[in-house]
């Protein structure tokens, strides 16, 4: 990964993969930021989708039964947490990211879902933990295209690495403004 490690407007990119089993999504994202202490999460995941979706909403609901988790789980119309809140917002800039992205000629748009699978179990844990733990932290979801070479004959839109590690890096750059604008 390009930016792994690489110190970027004076803020160090760490970059963390959460492995797709449904009972340890939570407790890794809530390891992963008491041990990081992050001024900001970007959770990517991808999708078939024509550009970059920068995702709005997280849903307290896990549903998938056309295919399973890697452990085999299969939730029907599950709660993610039982108590709390139907949905959380993203915090990243999302209308700047959009402004900046299309700005670069990167098809971006912004979704008012992450679906009911793992992405959106990643971003809602994530949420709700910034939010029970009152972080002031800048967080959401971006789903990215498949490359190329994983939809060949599959009649799905796809996008570069190049031009997807382009757009990631302009929305790391866009957060970091946003970060560094807020603190003045």
Same mark, same amino acid.
């Given at each position: 990964? &390009?930016? /792994?490690?690489?110190?970027?407007?004076?803020?160090?990119?760490?970059? %963390?993969?959460?492995?797709?089993?449904?009972? #340890? *999504?939570?407790?890794?994202?809530?390891?992963?930021?008491?041990?990081?202490?992050? =001024? @900001?999460?970007?959770?990517? $995941?991808?999708?078939?989708?024509? $550009?970059? %979706?920068? &995702?709005?909403? @997280?849903?307290?609901?896990?549903?998938?039964?056309?295919?399973?988790?890697?452990?085999?789980?299969?939730?029907?119309?599950?709660?993610?947490? =039982? $108590? @709390?809140?139907?949905?959380?917002?993203?915090?990243?800039?999302?209308?700047?990211? =959009?402004?900046?992205? #299309? /700005?670069? !000629?990167?098809?971006?748009?912004?979704?008012?879902?992450?679906?009911?699978?793992?992405?959106?179990?990643?971003?809602?844990?994530?949420?709700?933990?910034?939010?029970?733990?009152?972080?002031?932290?800048?967080?959401?979801?971006?789903?990215?295209?498949?490359?190329?070479?994983?939809?060949?004959? !599959?009649?799905?839109?796809?996008?570069?690495?190049?031009?997807?590690?382009?757009?990631?890096?302009?929305?790391?750059?866009?957060? *970091?403004? %946003?970060?560094?604008?807020? &603190? =003045?």
């Amino acid at each position: 990964m &390009e930016y /792994e490690n690489k110190e970027v407007h004076d803020y160090l990119i760490e970059v %963390s993969e959460i492995p797709l089993r449904y009972t #340890e *999504i939570r407790g890794t994202i809530e390891q992963l930021i008491k041990q990081e202490q992050p =001024k @900001a999460v970007i959770s990517t $995941g991808q999708s078939p989708s024509y $550009g970059i %979706s920068l &995702e709005r909403v @997280a849903i307290n609901i896990a549903d998938l039964r056309k295919s399973a988790y890697n452990c085999g789980t299969t939730p029907n119309n599950e709660i993610l947490v =039982k $108590g @709390a809140p139907d949905g959380y917002f993203t915090t990243l800039p999302i209308q700047q990211i =959009k402004k900046e992205l #299309e /700005e670069n !000629k990167i098809p971006v748009n912004i979704s008012n879902t992450a679906g009911t699978f793992g992405c959106n179990q990643i971003f809602f844990y994530l949420m709700h933990f910034i939010s029970m733990e009152n972080l002031n932290i800048q967080a959401g979801f971006v789903h990215v295209p498949s490359l190329p070479e994983q939809v060949i004959g !599959k009649n799905l839109p796809s996008m570069t690495l190049e031009l997807t590690t382009k757009a990631l890096g302009i929305i790391i750059d866009t957060t *970091i403004k %946003s970060i560094e604008t807020s &603190e =003045k």
